[in-house]
């Protein structure tokens, strides 16, 4: 599992001594509610009828022996003797003290642990198959793939202001013990006709008011393009999600929005097989203009002069990062 460096170490500490300083002045009513509000959600912290709630990640499920002595710890001294694990591993203690929350940050932070990006709307944690690394169906080991996927999505600029909340999920196994098709993203490791690494995408999953399950946007992307993949799509989704809509917020209604073809020529390709060496293109799939279309989004809005090829396509989302 991933350890934190002495550089990870101080930005945890920096982050606590802001919130710690956030949280008095709102106690001391420098701040209003209005005020604290965005500041607490970026720290995981929600006020909820009875006492506040504390989220805390839980990368990918993984945990050391110290890290859960941390949480004991805190269950012990702040809460009431337990936490809850979450349905996408994290943790939540539900009967803090709002003035002793940023000491918890500070004894998490000791241990590799924090709450960002465990609320609000942006890329959350990214979680993984419960059994990754120990079955012998999975393609290949997941949890490093989820690492970079992590260290990509902690803190980044571009992505931090959503339209909602983004879910991502990553399996190897063909049993999806991870659920990637109710997550906006679902990442499944296959291999390519050479036997290379890749994933099949899925989009715009989701549970809650109006349940999706995620459709395949791409059967076959070589592991080497996923962050730029994953950008892309971000993308799309950040320009053209439902801020004025909560309940039409999600990836799914930017998809209803953009269309099936529309979130698919975003991608530079269609659905179905799309083995090393092929177009993806199937009979019905996006058209050239409609690629091109997507792709005038993805550049901020700026028209692409004539309609692309799909390997067109997908290098002109690598020069638009």
């Given at each position: 599992?991933?350890?934190?460096?002495?550089?990870?170490?101080?930005?945890?500490?920096?982050?606590?001594?802001?919130?710690?300083?956030?949280?008095r002045?709102?106690?001391?009513?420098?701040?209003?509610?209005?005020?604290?509000?965005?500041?607490?959600?970026?720290?995981?912290?929600?006020?909820?009828?009875?006492?506040?709630?504390?989220?805390?990640?839980?990368?990918?499920?993984l945990?050391?022996?110290?890290?859960l002595?941390?949480?004991?710890?805190?269950?012990?001294?702040?809460?009431?003797?337990?936490?809850?694990?979450?349905?996408?591993?994290?943790?939540?203690?539900?009967w803090l003290?709002?003035?002793?929350?940023?000491e918890?940050?500070a004894?998490?932070?000791?241990?590799?642990?924090?709450?960002?990006?465990?609320?609000?709307?942006?890329?959350?944690?990214?979680?993984?198959?419960?059994?990754?690394?120990?079955?012998?169906?999975?393609?290949?080991?997941?949890?490093?793939?989820?690492?970079?996927?992590?260290?990509?999505?902690?803190?980044?600029?571009?992505?931090?202001y959503?339209?909602?909340?983004?879910?991502?999920?990553?399996?190897?196994?063909?049993?999806?013990?991870?659920?990637?098709?109710?997550?906006?993203?679902?990442?499944?490791?296959?291999r390519?006709?050479?036997?290379?690494?890749?994933?099949?995408?899925?989009?715009?999953?989701?549970?809650?008011?109006?349940?999706?399950?995620?459709?395949?946007?791409?059967?076959?992307?070589?592991?080497?393009d996923?962050?730029?993949?994953?950008t892309?799509?971000?993308?799309?989704?950040?320009?053209?999600?439902?801020?004025?809509?909560?309940?039409?917020?999600?990836?799914?209604?930017?998809?209803?929005?953009?269309?099936?073809?529309?979130?698919?020529?975003?991608?530079?390709?269609?659905?179905?097989?799309?083995?090393?060496?092929?177009?993806?293109?199937?009979?019905?799939?996006?058209?050239?203009?409609?690629?091109?279309?997507?792709?005038?989004?993805?550049?901020?809005?700026?028209?692409?002069?004539?309609?692309?090829?799909?390997s067109?396509?997908?290098?002109?989302?690598?020069?638009?990062?």
């Open positions: 599992m991933y350890q934190y460096s002495e550089w990870d170490q101080a930005l945890l500490r920096e982050r606590v001594e802001q919130f710690r300083d956030q949280t002045r709102f106690l001391s009513g420098q701040l209003s509610e209005e005020a604290y509000r965005p500041l607490r959600l970026m720290n995981g912290l929600y006020i909820q009828r009875h006492a506040p709630m504390l989220r805390v990640a839980i990368p990918y499920g945990l050391s022996s110290t890290q002595r941390g949480l004991a710890r805190v269950a012990r001294d702040h809460d009431r003797g337990f936490g809850h694990f979450t349905t996408r591993q994290n943790i939540q203690f539900n003290e709002l003035e002793q929350v940023p918890v940050l004894s998490l932070a000791e241990v590799g642990l924090h709450a960002i990006q465990t609320s609000g709307n942006c890329i959350r944690n990214v979680t993984c198959d419960p059994l990754a690394g120990l079955t012998p169906e999975e393609v290949d080991n997941p949890l490093p793939w989820c690492e970079v996927v992590r260290q990509w999505a902690t803190l980044h600029p571009e992505f931090s959503l339209p909602r909340k983004f879910k991502i999920a990553v399996t190897a196994s063909l049993q999806d013990r991870a659920a990637t098709r109710i997550h906006d993203v679902g990442l499944q490791l296959v390519g006709a050479s036997g290379e690494p890749g994933f099949r995408i899925s989009v715009g999953g989701g549970l809650g008011r109006d349940p999706h399950l995620a459709r395949t946007l791409r059967a076959w992307l070589p592991a080497d996923l962050l730029d993949y994953l892309a799509i971000l993308r799309v989704y950040n320009l053209h999600g439902r801020r004025d809509n909560l309940y039409k917020a999600r990836s799914q209604g930017a998809g209803e929005q953009c269309g099936s073809s529309g979130l698919q020529g975003a991608g530079g390709i269609g659905v179905g097989p799309h083995p090393p060496g092929t177009t993806g293109v199937r009979p019905g799939g996006p058209s050239p203009d409609q690629r091109t279309v997507c792709h005038a989004r993805l550049q901020g809005g700026r028209p692409i002069p004539a309609p692309c090829s799909t067109q396509c997908e290098q002109r989302i690598r020069d638009s990062l």
